[in-house]
């Protein structure tokens, strides 16, 4: 179902990461996008601005699900079930896009968030079903930039419109506002230790560290997984450059990432991350860790390809686990 947020460290870099969580086996893998190319779009063809990077397949078409363009802004697809409304037909001044083009479109037109607020009137969201699936994807999406604006957009409405986001994490449904209301819930958490009374005239023994986050939700639902992200987020000992902020986001969605086989569906088949993703909007780099893999594999933008590439380019990911190995050579014999 997907967690995603994002991550200033006190360097002042930005980043954008996210669980990709499905049943379905989608393959994802790494991808460069040229600039200047013309996606055959599923609801229609549309032309990209900027060169970027990300994670998606090909499928008749480029389709992305998360990345990072050239100017730093990155932006992730994630699940909205039972929320998504699209239009059966793009207005006559609007440009259709299919729910599951919609990323391709962003990273390859909006040069920041600002720039995508006005963009997104000239677009509707039309009801057209991915062929991988055989449905259409009911998606909304997180979108940052190297200022650190993030905003979610969510279609409920004929209308696009970007909702800011104070927080920097989303998750699946309900709208992204209940989601903001229900983080109130959990305003009392903390990272100290509370002090326990006494009852009765009988002191009370601690029953160890980490009371501060007594009542946090751990379950997988979606709200659950916003309240333990935002707060994870909001604790955490702050990072000085790109490697230890990588690990930090790591570690961060250890907390919302699902194990294969904890979360079945009423068809007995299971969601799981089926990778974690990492954008390194400053950088305009991007990271990708499959589930057989945890070593961070890393495609970045660089000007030769946006110069001297002219043409999608996949990536293959290198999967199976790996293991540093400590044990001595035994000494050859004398």
């Known amino acids: 179902m997907c967690t995603s947020l994002t991550y200033?460290?006190?360097?002042?870099?930005?980043?954008?990461?996210?669980?990709m969580d499905f049943s379905f086996e989608l393959n994802?893998?790494?991808?460069f996008m040229p600039r200047q190319r013309t996606v055959q779009g599923d609801a229609g063809a549309f032309t990209t601005k900027y060169g970027f990077v990300g994670a998606g397949r090909t499928i008749g078409h480029e389709i992305f699900v998360d990345g990072v363009n050239e100017r730093g802004v990155g932006a992730a697809a994630l699940y909205f079930p039972q929320n998504a409304h699209y239009v059966d037909q793009a207005d006559e001044d609007k440009l259709g896009?299919?729910?599951?083009?919609f990323v391709t479109w962003v990273l390859g037109n909006a040069g920041?968030?600002?720039?995508?607020?006005?963009?997104?009137?000239?677009?509707?969201?039309?009801?057209?079903?991915?062929?991988?699936?055989?449905?259409?994807?009911?998606l909304h999406y997180i979108i940052s930039d190297t200022t650190g604006d993030t905003a979610v957009l969510e279609a409920t409405s004929d209308h696009l419109?970007?909702?800011?986001?104070?927080?920097?994490?989303?998750?699946?449904?309900p709208e992204f506002g209940w989601h903001l209301q229900n983080l109130s819930t959990y305003g009392t958490l903390t990272a100290e230790e509370r002090p326990l009374h006494d009852y009765l005239g009988y002191q009370l023994k601690?029953?160890?560290?980490?009371?501060?986050?007594?009542?946090?939700?751990?379950?997988?639902?979606?709200?659950s997984r916003f309240v333990r992200t935002a707060f994870a987020k909001h604790f955490s000992q702050a990072t000085p450059d790109t490697p230890s902020t990588l690990n930090l986001l790591q570690h961060l969605l250890d907390s919302v990432t699902i194990p294969k086989g904890v979360k079945l569906k009423a068809d007995g088949e299971s969601d799981y991350t089926?990778?974690?993703?990492?954008m390194s909007l400053d950088d305009r780099a991007y990271y990708m860790e499959p589930y057989d893999n945890l070593e961070l594999q890393c495609l970045q933008l660089t000007d030769d390809m946006l110069a001297n590439q002219h043409?999608?380019?996949?990536?293959?990911?290198?999967?199976?686990?790996?293991?540093?190995?400590?044990?001595?050579?035994?000494?050859?014999a004398e």
Do not use: C, W
């Open 311 to 332: 043409d999608p380019i996949e990536f293959p990911l290198e999967h199976g686990v790996h293991i540093h190995n400590l044990t001595p050579t035994p000494a050859s």
């Open 206 to 223: 601690t029953q160890g560290p980490g009371t501060g986050a007594l009542g946090m939700p751990g379950d997988y639902t979606s709200p």
């Open 112 to 138: 920041s968030v600002a720039e995508l607020r006005d963009l997104v009137h000239q677009v509707q969201l039309v009801d057209t079903p991915i062929s991988l699936l055989q449905l259409t994807t009911p």
């Open 161 to 173: 419109e970007l909702i800011d986001n104070p927080v920097g994490v989303m998750t699946n449904s």
């Open 97 to 101: 896009i299919a729910p599951h083009d």
């Open 28 to 31: 994802g893998r790494a991808m």
């Open 8 to 19: 200033k460290n006190s360097r002042g870099d930005h980043f954008l990461a996210r669980t």
């Open 274 to 278: 089926q990778y974690r993703g990492y």
